[in-house]
């Protein structure tokens, strides 16, 4: 069973080298005691209630060895975490940048040349990567198991992470820090191309419209967007409520607002709701969706909205 | 001694009955360390059933991918609850409340230093967790904010809901009863002694709880003064922890663990006494290396002072920081592990006696030497990126808290209940209990450590179906059922025994602290005469004159 996951960066093999030393040091340790211990619960088992004890009160040669093993060694694991944390600390010099914004609940990144992708972070095969990451609202932690880095974004400071990727593919990125309702549905990919593929996505229109995506009917494109954009981690299609509200059957009918008015839910609506979402608030939710202006293109907010009429 | 008050008649049965000669009365206006360490215990054991009830509707609904037999706002709700019940509500309390009846006892004293201070700190940990529980009836909900409730999430706007005050308030109310129970027990413990107990004789017991109520004595303060800070940011408007409005988000968390890393040791140390009583007395043996095991506490807790950054490896602190907080954790290993050294050394040549109190003292070893390993792994800054807050963390302190402490209060109760009550606890459900928690706590929290290094962040309240987390998480809730199912059969025992208990008699285990050597229930000024103090095991040197620990100490 593969329960360490793939290797896919140039500092994952070497936290793993420490992650193994330290394994099999407490592997050494726990045996020793547990074998120790074993022993002498069955050597030392009382069998009558009269059995006499010797009076043992302890050794200090023993009391010192005992302690300044374990020390030596202790010191030896934190010089060597100690070197391997400076590496992933100091990103070289000619790394690619790429600002991170992790907010309730979905990540952006905004790349050098003005592209910006949600919840899909492109990068090069072997090309070292430098994030910068901010949070607008609350604590996250931008979190790549297959990278073996973590690093909290912290609302009013800049944090940073760097890594190489190693293989071609496309990983798992999750949200380590709670950051409310949504949590666990704050994931993402990032999808490591080979320097081809990579210079074609960097001239291409849109971050993530392949040759085939402009072919597809609207509504079809509309599912893909709202899987693809994190609409899903707030809104269900299947009526259950999560953040917000489920888009199953609210096309054609009356929305009620927080202010108790009530607004018909057509094509402008839904637009609306998605460039100024704060303009109105459905009742009974609180006010925390992100506006989707410059994110999303006109055809696909239309696509959405085509995607919304099909829920019925 | 104390001065009761008048109108109150005093109580001389040993648990809380409704059938008592002034009912509950006599009991709520008791200042007797024995019926406030007793009212401790009962309160405590209902909050772990209540915690216990949680963590299990937690694990159904991790139980498979994608379930929804939970809202996300409940279970949100649910991990915070049973995070700051188990800490604050069931381990904590348990041994200050194991610490107050116990302490005046093995020092000879017949009661504590301050005993209506006592009774504060009693009723206001009381009303803190009424105060914490009953924001399940107001219309917003209970906290859904962790149970470290890192701002500004806990903070407007992120929560509007009253949950995040009142978990600052109860815990505020519950701190201070702790302050003045650490206060309380030091004075107690440094002056109420009996003649010949000098400071290298008190039961190890009693040195532990020393250091933890100094320790509380100091941090508590710490968060006291955070929770005020809190509830000016949500009540009045001001913005300590609201990086929007120019606090410092990070202030919040170097407060928080400031506190909650000496907390966890206060969560521990006291543990560590018990299980420093018991392994002697069922090995019939002195305790292997006194004056070690002594010293290494009091270093736990001068080191556990400075190391409570290594919570904060991920928020991106300065490389010297991180360094230094890396090898402050790892050297706080030493003191611990010499412990558990001398505990196996204590029962070398000795002859064991596996009661239920020695088969759940044996595991604690086991389990806590665990915790005590992957403690050293993520104190290494490497490695605690990766795995921290996910589930390798929550497998790490479960080891901790539950295999730890938890093991360590169950064996204290086996070993104390007779002291408490005057009956013994069922050996047979002793038995029954003590494997199903071993089987259900390493089934529920082994495996945890794989989920952890496979990438699952804890506190979601569902998962994407990645190869294996499935079936992984559905045997960490078989392993929680299977736990569940040996609490139930502990309440039973206790129950049962209650009524139906061979009686105890004064010292059923042989034991040579002086708590042994009044009655049991212990009677009411706790001894009609002091035995005279002439070594660590006063009552073995009563029972073999001739042999004293102490030479020169013979009893004429
Ligand atoms: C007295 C014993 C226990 C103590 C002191 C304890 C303590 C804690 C603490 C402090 C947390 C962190 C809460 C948070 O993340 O905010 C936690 C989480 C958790 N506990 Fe326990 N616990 C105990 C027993 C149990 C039991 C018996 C189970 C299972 C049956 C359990 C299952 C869990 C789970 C699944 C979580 C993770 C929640 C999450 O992060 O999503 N605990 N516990
Ligand atoms: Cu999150
Ligand atoms: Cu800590």
Same mark, same amino acid.
């Given at each position: 069973m593969t329960w360490i996951p793939e290797v896919a960066s140039n500092l994952a093999s070497k936290v793993d080298g420490l992650l193994i030393l330290i394994t099999l040091l407490s592997l050494v340790f726990f045996i020793l005691i547990t074998v120790v211990l074993v022993y002498f619960a069955i050597k030392y088992r009382r069998k009558r209630e009269d059995e006499e004890t010797p009076y043992i009160t302890g050794n200090e040669p023993l009391e010192i060895i005992w302690t300044v093993i374990p020390s030596i060694l202790l010191i030896i694991l934190f010089v060597y975490g100690y070197v391997v944390f400076k590496d992933m600390r100091t990103p070289p010099e000619d790394a690619l940048e790429v600002t991170v914004e992790g907010k309730q609940w979905l990540w952006t990144f905004d790349y050098y040349n003005g592209k910006k992708t949600i919840n899909e972070l492109y990068v090069q095969h072997n090309r070292p990567v430098r994030l910068v990451m901010e949070a607008p609202d609350v604590l996250h932690s931008f979190f790549v198991p297959a990278f073996r880095v973590k690093q909290d974004l912290v609302p009013g400071r800049y944090t940073q992470l760097w890594f190489t990727p190693t293989k071609i593919g496309t990983f798992d990125i999750f949200c380590a820090e709670y950051c409310g309702t949504g949590h666990s549905a704050m994931l993402g990919k990032v999808i490591v191309l080979s320097p081809e593929a990579y210079e074609i996505w960097e001239k291409g229109v849109k971050a993530d419209e392949g040759a085939g995506v402009a072919s597809l009917p609207p509504a079809e494109l509309g599912e893909k967007i709202y899987k693809e954009k994190g609409c899903n981690a707030c809104h269900s299609v299947d009526g259950s409520v999560l953040v917000g509200p489920s888009f199953k059957g609210i096309f054609g009918h009356a929305a009620v607002m927080q202010d108790g008015s009530s607004v018909n839910v057509d094509e402008n609506y839904i637009k609306q709701s998605i460039i100024e979402p704060q303009a109105h608030v459905v009742k009974g939710f609180q006010p925390v969706m992100p506006s989707f202006k410059g994110i999303l293109s006109d055809e696909e907010v239309t696509a959405l909205v085509a995607y919304i009429k099909t829920l019925k | 001694m104390s001065s009761r008050i008048p109108i109150v008649p005093e109580n001389t049965i040993p648990l809380p009955s409704l059938k008592a000669n002034n009912g509950l009365l006599s009991w709520v206006a008791s200042v007797d360390h024995k019926q406030i360490g007793i009212m401790y215990l009962i309160i405590t054991l209902v909050y772990f059933l209540l915690g216990g009830l949680e963590a299990l509707l937690i694990r159904v609904q991790l139980a498979h991918p994608g379930n929804d037999f939970l809202t996300p706002e409940t279970y949100n709700q649910l991990f915070t609850m049973h995070g700051t019940t188990m800490i604050f509500f069931v381990v904590m309390p348990f041994l200050i409340g194991v610490g107050v009846y116990l302490l005046p006892l093995m020092i000879g004293a017949r009661d504590m230093a301050f005993p209506r201070l006592n009774a504060l700190s009693f009723w206001l940990f009381f009303f803190g967790g009424i105060l914490l529980y009953y924001s399940f009836f107001t219309?917003? /909900?209970?906290?859904?904010?962790?149970?470290f409730a890192y701002a500004p999430l806990s903070e407007k706007p992120f929560s509007l809901n009253k949950g995040p005050t009142y978990w600052a308030l109860g815990l505020l109310a519950s701190g201070i009863g702790s302050v003045a129970s650490g206060l309380n027990n030091v004075v107690t413990i440094l002056t109420m002694r009996t003649p010949g107990m000098t400071m290298r004789r008190i039961p190890l017991f009693v040195w532990m709880m020393?250091?933890?109520?100094?320790?509380? &004595? #100091?941090?508590?303060?710490?968060?006291?003064?955070?929770?005020?800070?809190?509830?000016?940011?949500?009540?009045?408007?001001?913005?300590?922890?609201?990086?929007?409005? /120019?606090?410092?988000?990070?202030?919040?968390?170097?407060?928080?663990?400031?506190? /909650?890393?000496?907390?966890?040791?206060?969560?521990?140390?006291?543990?560590?006494?018990?299980?420093?009583?018991?392994?002697?007395? #069922?090995?019939? !043996?002195?305790?292997?290396?006194?004056?070690?095991?002594?010293?290494?506490?009091?270093?736990?807790?001068?080191?556990?002072?400075?190391?409570?950054?290594?919570?904060?490896?991920?928020?991106?602190?300065?490389? &010297?920081?991180?360094?230094?907080?890396?090898?402050?954790?790892?050297?706080?290993?030493?003191?611990?592990?010499? !412990?558990?050294?001398?505990?196996?050394?204590?029962?070398?040549?000795?002859?064991?006696?596996?009661?239920?109190?020695?088969?759940?003292?044996?595991?604690?070893?086991?389990?806590?030497?665990?915790?005590?390993?992957?403690?050293?792994?993520?104190?290494?800054?490497?490695?605690?990126?990766?795995?921290?807050?996910?589930?390798?963390?929550?497998?790490? #302190?479960?080891?901790?808290?539950?295999?730890?402490?938890?093991?360590?209060?169950?064996?204290?109760?086996?070993?104390?209940?007779? !002291?408490?009550?005057?009956?013994?606890?069922?050996?047979?459900?002793? !038995?029954?209990?003590?494997?199903?928690?071993?089987?259900?706590?390493?089934?529920? #929290?082994?495996?945890?450590?794989?989920?952890?290094?496979?990438?699952?962040?804890?506190?979601?309240?569902?998962?994407?179906?990645?190869?294996?987390?499935?079936?992984?998480?559905?045997?960490?809730?078989?392993?929680?059922?299977?736990l569940g199912l040996s609490v139930i059969v502990f309440v039973w025992n206790i129950l049962a025994s209650l009524r139906h208990g061979k009686p105890a008699g004064d010292n059923p285990w042989n034991a040579w602290t002086l708590e042994w050597a009044t009655t049991s229930p212990a009677a009411v000024e706790n001894f009609e005469l002091v035995p005279p103090v002439r070594g660590r095991r006063p009552l073995w040197d009563l029972a073999y004159p001739d042999m004293p620990d102490e030479p020169g100490a013979k009893i004429v």
């Amino acid at each position: 069973m593969t329960w360490i996951p793939e290797v896919a960066s140039n500092l994952a093999s070497k936290v793993d080298g420490l992650l193994i030393l330290i394994t099999l040091l407490s592997l050494v340790f726990f045996i020793l005691i547990t074998v120790v211990l074993v022993y002498f619960a069955i050597k030392y088992r009382r069998k009558r209630e009269d059995e006499e004890t010797p009076y043992i009160t302890g050794n200090e040669p023993l009391e010192i060895i005992w302690t300044v093993i374990p020390s030596i060694l202790l010191i030896i694991l934190f010089v060597y975490g100690y070197v391997v944390f400076k590496d992933m600390r100091t990103p070289p010099e000619d790394a690619l940048e790429v600002t991170v914004e992790g907010k309730q609940w979905l990540w952006t990144f905004d790349y050098y040349n003005g592209k910006k992708t949600i919840n899909e972070l492109y990068v090069q095969h072997n090309r070292p990567v430098r994030l910068v990451m901010e949070a607008p609202d609350v604590l996250h932690s931008f979190f790549v198991p297959a990278f073996r880095v973590k690093q909290d974004l912290v609302p009013g400071r800049y944090t940073q992470l760097w890594f190489t990727p190693t293989k071609i593919g496309t990983f798992d990125i999750f949200c380590a820090e709670y950051c409310g309702t949504g949590h666990s549905a704050m994931l993402g990919k990032v999808i490591v191309l080979s320097p081809e593929a990579y210079e074609i996505w960097e001239k291409g229109v849109k971050a993530d419209e392949g040759a085939g995506v402009a072919s597809l009917p609207p509504a079809e494109l509309g599912e893909k967007i709202y899987k693809e954009k994190g609409c899903n981690a707030c809104h269900s299609v299947d009526g259950s409520v999560l953040v917000g509200p489920s888009f199953k059957g609210i096309f054609g009918h009356a929305a009620v607002m927080q202010d108790g008015s009530s607004v018909n839910v057509d094509e402008n609506y839904i637009k609306q709701s998605i460039i100024e979402p704060q303009a109105h608030v459905v009742k009974g939710f609180q006010p925390v969706m992100p506006s989707f202006k410059g994110i999303l293109s006109d055809e696909e907010v239309t696509a959405l909205v085509a995607y919304i009429k099909t829920l019925k | 001694m104390s001065s009761r008050i008048p109108i109150v008649p005093e109580n001389t049965i040993p648990l809380p009955s409704l059938k008592a000669n002034n009912g509950l009365l006599s009991w709520v206006a008791s200042v007797d360390h024995k019926q406030i360490g007793i009212m401790y215990l009962i309160i405590t054991l209902v909050y772990f059933l209540l915690g216990g009830l949680e963590a299990l509707l937690i694990r159904v609904q991790l139980a498979h991918p994608g379930n929804d037999f939970l809202t996300p706002e409940t279970y949100n709700q649910l991990f915070t609850m049973h995070g700051t019940t188990m800490i604050f509500f069931v381990v904590m309390p348990f041994l200050i409340g194991v610490g107050v009846y116990l302490l005046p006892l093995m020092i000879g004293a017949r009661d504590m230093a301050f005993p209506r201070l006592n009774a504060l700190s009693f009723w206001l940990f009381f009303f803190g967790g009424i105060l914490l529980y009953y924001s399940f009836f107001t219309q917003s /909900g209970a906290p859904d904010v962790g149970w470290f409730a890192y701002a500004p999430l806990s903070e407007k706007p992120f929560s509007l809901n009253k949950g995040p005050t009142y978990w600052a308030l109860g815990l505020l109310a519950s701190g201070i009863g702790s302050v003045a129970s650490g206060l309380n027990n030091v004075v107690t413990i440094l002056t109420m002694r009996t003649p010949g107990m000098t400071m290298r004789r008190i039961p190890l017991f009693v040195w532990m709880m020393l250091v933890t109520s100094l320790l509380l &004595v #100091f941090v508590i303060p710490i968060i006291t003064a955070a929770f005020a800070m809190m509830l000016l940011d949500s009540l009045l408007g001001a913005t300590f922890f609201t990086p929007a409005h /120019g606090g410092s988000a990070i202030l919040w968390q170097h407060f928080f663990w400031g506190f /909650g890393h000496p907390e966890v040791y206060i969560l521990i140390l006291p543990a560590f006494g018990i299980i420093s009583e018991v392994i002697p007395v #069922f090995s019939r !043996k002195p305790i292997y290396g006194y004056e070690f095991v002594a010293a290494s506490t009091v270093a736990i807790g001068l080191l556990s002072l400075g190391v409570w950054a290594h919570h904060m490896f991920a928020v991106g602190l300065g490389n &010297v920081a991180n360094a230094y907080f890396s090898l402050a954790s790892m050297l706080i290993a030493i003191p611990t592990g010499i !412990k558990v050294l001398n505990w196996v050394a204590t029962m070398w040549g000795g002859r064991i006696n596996f009661a239920t109190p020695m088969l759940f003292a044996t595991a604690f070893i086991i389990e806590f030497v665990i915790g005590g390993l992957t403690g050293v792994a993520i104190a290494s800054v490497p490695i605690d990126w990766v795995v921290t807050d996910s589930y390798f963390i929550v497998a790490h #302190f479960h080891y901790a808290i539950f295999g730890g402490s938890v093991f360590a209060i169950f064996a204290g109760v086996y070993y104390w209940f007779p !002291k408490f009550t005057g009956r013994m606890l069922s050996e047979t459900l002793g !038995k029954w209990h003590f494997w199903l928690t071993v089987i259900g706590f390493n089934m529920t #929290f082994f495996i945890q450590h794989f989920l952890g290094v496979m990438g699952m962040p804890r506190r979601t309240y569902t998962y994407y179906d990645m190869p294996y987390w499935g079936s992984m998480n559905l045997i960490s809730t078989i392993g929680a059922m299977i736990l569940g199912l040996s609490v139930i059969v502990f309440v039973w025992n206790i129950l049962a025994s209650l009524r139906h208990g061979k009686p105890a008699g004064d010292n059923p285990w042989n034991a040579w602290t002086l708590e042994w050597a009044t009655t049991s229930p212990a009677a009411v000024e706790n001894f009609e005469l002091v035995p005279p103090v002439r070594g660590r095991r006063p009552l073995w040197d009563l029972a073999y004159p001739d042999m004293p620990d102490e030479p020169g100490a013979k009893i004429v």
